[in-house]
């Protein structure tokens, strides 16, 4: 007759399945996240108080759509702005505000304001 009990071992949990867990949560987050560099366009908001400079030095780029771009009140096509920036540009213009309508959206203030960098321009400001 035994009057005590035999122990019993404990049962660890393996952790060769978590790891395994880990290792796949690794390879779904790596392929699921992008490592492109997104190029960055500076934007500067327009400031209060007095005007400095010539207003002959400013170039104003209104967007009314995917194609209706206006600057200085001249209708360009999206193709055309870079070549009429640098018209501009030659006549002695070195600053532009970008002023979107209601209808713009995002992706045609992005273009125009991708091809104004590629310009020689040397400030642009986006106004509402």
Avoid: C, Y
Wanted: charged content about 20%; cysteine-free; proline content about 2%.
């Amino acid at each position: 007759m035994r009057l005590s009990e035999s122990k019993r071992r404990k049962s660890s949990i393996g952790l060769t399945p978590l790891i395994d867990v880990v290792f796949l949560l690794l390879i779904f987050f790596m392929l699921a996240s992008t490592f492109l560099k997104f190029s960055a366009v500076p934007i500067s908001g327009a400031k209060s108080g007095g005007a400095s400079g010539n207003l002959s030095e400013i170039a104003l780029i209104q967007i009314r759509g995917a194609e209706e771009i206006r600057i200085n009140g001249r209708t360009v096509g999206l193709s055309g702005v870079l070549a009429q920036i640098d018209e501009l540009v030659v006549k002695g213009v070195t600053r532009a505000v970008v002023q979107p309508a209601k209808n713009a959206t995002v992706q045609d203030l992005v273009k125009v304001l991708e091809v104004a960098k590629a310009s020689e321009l040397k400030s642009v400001v986006v106004v509402r």
